[in-house]
């Protein structure tokens, strides 16, 4: 029980709901403003729905960070950050799929990939912020696309012949795709939160 009421007293303080929010802003930047801007690596569909998965996350933990103890605050928080991790989980797992089929040789297996993106609630989000939501590439090709004329700096030219191969955690070993980690990170986000609500809930029943 002394665990539980930890983990609960936890997910009363701001930190892990801040944590929540600037890790899952800081992967949207710096997935644009390095891979995409920088090494030249243009979203798929199902990347930008994945930085979209985030910042609902994002905005779930400001929502709860503005008071944790109070509970309208904390559902909405709850509800946004468990809605964003569930949606990255199934973007993610669609893209692996795509990437498994494209790497794979299988055409039947490319499926769910456009340039028009439909997100959620009818959000027009590629009009709002073409160059954050506006898919410009292909699901499963996440290699550099260095347009022609551009010279590239040495740390850029560096990154780009990593990447030459797509993004890989390890890129040499070809280690975890993108969509691999991405998955996981929603993943694990998920479960945090579900042991985080668990606590919570059981505290408040201990306590009724």
């Not at 002394?2 to 930047?29: H, N, T, Y």
């Not at 710096?30 to 729905?49: I, R």
């Not at 503005?66 to 569930?86: D, M, Q, R, S, V």
Request: overall charge neutral.
């Amino acid at each position: 029980m002394k665990c539980i009421e930890k983990i609960s007293a936890w997910q009363d303080s701001r930190f892990p709901w801040l944590l929540m929010s600037f890790a899952s802003v800081g992967l949207v930047i710096l997935a644009h403003s390095l891979f995409q801007k920088y090494v030249y690596m243009p979203p798929c569909e199902q990347c930008v729905y994945i930085r979209f998965a985030f910042l609902c996350m994002a905005l779930g933990g400001i929502i709860a960070a503005i008071n944790p103890k109070n509970l309208i605050l904390a559902a909405a928080g709850y509800i946004l950050a468990f809605w964003g991790a569930i949606q990255g989980i199934m973007y993610s797992v669609k893209l692996a799929r795509i990437h498994t089929a494209v790497h794979g040789d299988d055409p039947f297996g490319v499926q769910g990939c456009s340039t028009e993106p439909h997100y959620p609630f009818g959000l027009p989000l590629e009009k709002w912020a073409p160059d954050w939501f506006l898919p410009t590439g292909d699901c499963g090709y996440d290699n550099p696309l260095v347009p022609d004329g551009v010279t590239l700096g040495s740390f850029q030219k560096y990154l780009v012949d990593l990447y030459q191969d797509g993004w890989y955690l390890i890129p040499s070993q070809k280690f975890m795709s993108m969509a691999d980690c991405t998955l996981l990170g929603f993943g694990l986000c998920a479960v945090i939160l579900a042991a985080m609500l668990i606590c919570k809930v059981v505290t408040l029943l201990k306590k009724a």
